[in-house]
Protein backbone atom coordinates (compact mmCIF):
# COMPACT_ATOMS: atom_id res chain seq x y z
CA UNK A 1 0.00 0.00 0.00
CA UNK A 2 0.81 3.72 -0.94
CA UNK A 3 -0.42 6.71 1.30
CA UNK A 4 -0.29 9.65 -0.31
CA UNK A 5 -0.79 13.37 0.79
CA UNK A 6 -1.21 16.09 -1.23
CA UNK A 7 -0.98 19.79 -0.68
CA UNK A 8 -1.02 23.92 -1.94
CA UNK A 9 -4.40 24.07 -3.66
CA UNK A 10 -6.65 27.04 -3.31
CA UNK A 11 -7.90 29.91 -5.21
CA UNK A 12 -6.04 31.98 -7.49
CA UNK A 13 -6.42 35.08 -9.99
CA UNK A 14 -5.87 34.26 -13.39
CA UNK A 15 -2.23 34.55 -14.59
CA UNK A 16 -1.13 33.46 -11.08
CA UNK A 17 0.72 30.96 -9.73
CA UNK A 18 0.02 27.64 -7.30
CA UNK A 19 2.83 24.56 -6.23
CA UNK A 20 1.18 21.59 -5.43
CA UNK A 21 2.75 19.02 -3.07
CA UNK A 22 2.22 15.20 -2.74
CA UNK A 23 4.52 12.90 -0.22
CA UNK A 24 4.22 9.21 -0.65
CA UNK A 25 4.93 6.66 2.32
CA UNK A 26 4.02 3.33 2.80
CA UNK A 27 5.82 0.30 0.18
CA UNK A 28 7.55 3.20 -2.22
CA UNK A 29 9.54 0.87 -3.36
CA UNK A 30 6.83 -0.13 -6.05
CA UNK A 31 7.10 3.58 -6.69
CA UNK A 32 8.27 4.26 -10.52
CA UNK A 33 6.29 7.16 -12.19
CA UNK A 34 4.59 10.21 -10.14
CA UNK A 35 2.28 12.72 -11.46
CA UNK A 36 -0.68 15.25 -11.37
CA UNK A 37 -4.25 14.38 -12.87
CA UNK A 38 -7.24 16.63 -12.74
CA UNK A 39 -11.05 16.75 -13.16
CA UNK A 40 -13.05 19.59 -13.80
CA UNK A 41 -16.47 19.73 -13.29
CA UNK A 42 -18.75 17.43 -15.79
CA UNK A 43 -15.73 16.14 -17.11
CA UNK A 44 -13.24 12.80 -17.35
CA UNK A 45 -10.10 12.98 -15.03
CA UNK A 46 -7.31 13.57 -17.40
CA UNK A 47 -3.42 13.44 -17.33
CA UNK A 48 -1.86 16.56 -16.43
CA UNK A 49 2.35 16.03 -16.03
CA UNK A 50 3.95 12.89 -14.82
CA UNK A 51 7.78 11.96 -13.95
CA UNK A 52 9.89 8.84 -13.56
CA UNK A 53 12.49 8.26 -11.04
CA UNK A 54 15.10 9.22 -13.62
CA UNK A 55 13.73 12.40 -14.28
CA UNK A 56 11.98 11.82 -17.39
CA UNK A 57 8.60 13.73 -18.04
CA UNK A 58 5.36 13.54 -19.96
CA UNK A 59 3.03 16.94 -20.02
CA UNK A 60 -0.48 17.38 -21.26
CA UNK A 61 -0.35 19.83 -24.31
CA UNK A 62 -2.63 22.20 -22.57
CA UNK A 63 0.10 22.69 -19.89
CA UNK A 64 3.35 22.48 -21.59
CA UNK A 65 5.45 25.77 -21.03
CA UNK A 66 3.24 26.77 -18.01
CA UNK A 67 3.83 23.89 -15.30
CA UNK A 68 6.52 22.29 -14.17
CA UNK A 69 6.95 18.74 -12.60
CA UNK A 70 9.79 17.82 -10.35
CA UNK A 71 10.91 15.25 -7.68
CA UNK A 72 12.72 14.85 -4.84
CA UNK A 73 13.15 11.32 -4.63
CA UNK A 74 15.17 11.36 -1.33
CA UNK A 75 12.12 12.47 0.19
CA UNK A 76 9.34 10.58 -2.28
CA UNK A 77 7.95 13.97 -2.88
CA UNK A 78 6.24 15.08 -6.19
CA UNK A 79 5.92 18.84 -7.20
CA UNK A 80 3.36 20.68 -9.34
CA UNK A 81 4.66 24.45 -10.15
CA UNK A 82 1.64 26.07 -12.18
CA UNK A 83 2.22 29.16 -13.55
CA UNK A 84 0.14 31.55 -15.77
CA UNK A 85 -2.84 29.89 -14.67
CA UNK A 86 -6.29 30.17 -16.63
CA UNK A 87 -9.43 29.45 -15.83
CA UNK A 88 -9.67 26.25 -17.64
CA UNK A 89 -6.98 24.88 -14.96
CA UNK A 90 -9.82 25.13 -12.24
CA UNK A 91 -10.62 21.47 -11.27
CA UNK A 92 -9.37 19.01 -8.20
CA UNK A 93 -5.97 17.57 -9.09
CA UNK A 94 -4.91 14.38 -7.81
CA UNK A 95 -1.71 12.62 -6.98
CA UNK A 96 -0.96 9.67 -8.02
CA UNK A 97 1.99 6.74 -8.52
CA UNK A 98 2.65 3.86 -10.49
CA UNK A 99 4.58 2.51 -13.33
CA UNK A 100 4.09 4.81 -16.17
CA UNK A 101 4.05 8.25 -17.37
CA UNK A 102 0.82 7.84 -19.74
CA UNK A 103 -1.53 6.06 -17.72
CA UNK A 104 -2.46 6.26 -13.85
CA UNK A 105 -1.40 3.85 -11.30
CA UNK A 106 -3.40 2.04 -8.57
CA UNK A 107 -2.92 4.72 -5.82
CA UNK A 108 -4.46 8.23 -5.40
CA UNK A 109 -4.48 10.84 -3.12
CA UNK A 110 -7.28 12.64 -1.28
CA UNK A 111 -7.32 15.23 -3.89
CA UNK A 112 -6.64 19.02 -3.87
CA UNK A 113 -9.12 21.68 -5.37
CA UNK A 114 -7.55 24.37 -7.64
CA UNK A 115 -9.78 27.26 -8.16
CA UNK A 116 -8.48 30.01 -10.80
CA UNK A 117 -11.03 33.05 -10.77
CA UNK A 118 -10.91 36.85 -10.21
Known amino acids: QVQLVESGGGLVQPGGSLRLSCAASGSIFSIYAMGWYRQAPGKQRELVAAITSGGNTNYADSVKGRFTISRDNTKNTVYLQMNSLNSEDTAVYYC????????????WGQGTQVTVSS
Open 96 to 107: NVGRSTTRPGNY
